[in-house]
């Protein structure tokens, strides 16, 4: 069972565009939603995280929104730019301590055109 | 710097062949995680240690094993590798104060 569903699986952006990845989920206990960026032969690198009691974070140009009623969170990307094309996770945790773990979104291929 | 260094980047084994990957941090992070990623898809938690505490994932099969002798140190130990177990195999380390996991550069595993 999927508990955090993501799409699309791939999106084409051109440079300057606006990229747009949403997630959704059903556990309302997650508690922490962070989406990751990962290059071809890398380990996933922290984007930007956000907590429930936020309904938008702003980092340079990434920003997440976040939509607690529905049950979802979106990755914006403005002024895309070829160096972002990479694979994108959202995921969501819960728990404390022992049982903390990251539950992950099944990944967007971002490619930027030139 | 700060960070979580895997060796070796690449492995190449033989089907049957033990290996073992590891993992170090330089974060003092109490909390190690051991994912593996195959070609186009999410990281998938094989288990993960709190401190001492080991926690397996309910679908991790038996020829994973983990191992942390310090909270600095953390290995990987595939007992009989088969064609399925090639892929890029993943540390993460956390902080018991927040979720933020941070990532190693990974091992590509091979098998022959």
């Known amino acids: 069972q999927q508990q955090v569903k993501q799409s699309p699986q791939s999106l084409i952006v051109q440079k300057g565009g606006i990229s747009i990845i949403n997630c959704a989920y059903e556990n309302t206990a997650f508690d922490y939603f962070p989406w990751y960026q990962q290059f071809p032969g890398k380990g996933p690198a922290l984007l930007i995280a956000?907590?429930?009691d936020v309904s938008e974070k702003k980092e340079g140009r990434f920003t997440i929104s976040f939509n607690k009623s529905a049950k979802q969170f979106s990755l914006h990307i403005m002024d895309s730019q070829p160096g972002d094309s990479a694979t994108y996770f959202c995921?969501?945790?819960?728990?404390?301590?022992?049982?903390?773990?990251?539950?992950w979104g099944l990944g967007t291929s971002l490619a930027v055109n030139p | 710097d700060a960070m979580v260094i895997q060796n070796p980047r690449y492995q190449v084994t033989q089907f049957g062949k033990p290996v073992t990957l590891s993992c170090s941090q330089t974060l003092n992070h109490n909390v190690m995680y051991w994912y593996q990623q195959k070609s186009s898809q999410a990281p998938k938690l094989l288990f993960h240690?709190?401190?001492?505490?080991?926690?397996n994932e309910a679908d991790t099969p038996d020829n994973f094993q983990s191992r942390r002798p310090n909270t600095s140190f953390c290995f990987l130990d595939i007992r009989s590798p088969g064609l399925g177990d090639a892929a890029m195999y993943l540390c993460?380390?956390?902080?018991?104060?927040?979720?933020?996991?941070?990532f190693g550069p990974g091992t590509r595993l091979t098998v022959l």
């Open positions: 956000i907590r429930p």
């Open positions: 240690y709190y401190d001492k505490d080991f926690n």
């Open positions: 995921a969501a945790s819960n728990g404390a301590g022992n049982n903390r773990k990251l539950i």
């Open positions: 993460a380390t956390s902080s018991d104060l927040d979720n933020e996991q941070f």
